[in-house]
Nanobody, 111 residues
C-alpha cells in the first residue's frame, strides 16, 4: 500500500518545539524529494520545507532558522523539527511526495 503518514502534531505554547514525522510505505523513498506543507484555516496550502534525495534542503523564509527538515532513508522517514514556534505556525502539516499526500497532523501554537 502506497501511503504517507504524519505524526507528532499537538498543542504547544509559543516558543516551544515539536518534531513531526512522516512515515512512507510502498514507494521508492530514497530517490524522491519529500516536502512538508501546511495549511491554516482560510489560507492556501503552502510549502514549508523540502529535502531532496541527496539531502539538499529548502525552507520558506518564515521558518528559516527555526525549522529543520531531515530524512532517514533506511527507515523511510522524514522529520520536521520545529523550534521557537509562533502562533502563526498553527496549521495542519502535510508531507508530500510527488502527487501523494499524507492525511496531515494538526499543530496548534498558543500565545
Amino acid at each position: 500500500q502506497v501511503r504517507l503518514v504524519e505524526s507528532g502534531g499537538g498543542l504547544v505554547q509559543a516558543g516551544g518545539s515539536l518534531r513531526l514525522s512522516c512515515a512512507a510505505s510502498g514507494i521508492a523513498f530514497s530517490i524522491m524529494t519529500i516536502d512538508w506543507y501546511r495549511q491554516a484555516p482560510g489560507n492556501e496550502r503552502e510549502l514549508v520545507a523540502s529535502i531532496s534525495s541527496g539531502g539538499s534542503t529548502h525552507y520558506t523564509d518564515s521558518v528559516k532558522g527555526r525549522f529543520t527538515i531531515s530524512r532517514d532513508n533506511a527507515k523511510k522517514m522524514v522529520y520536521l523539527q520545529m523550534n521557537s514556534l509562533k502562533p502563526e505556525d498553527t496549521a495542519v502539516y502535510y508531507c508530500k511526495r510527488g502527487s501523494l499526500w499524507g492525511q496531515g497532523t494538526q499543530v496548534t501554537v498558543s500565545s
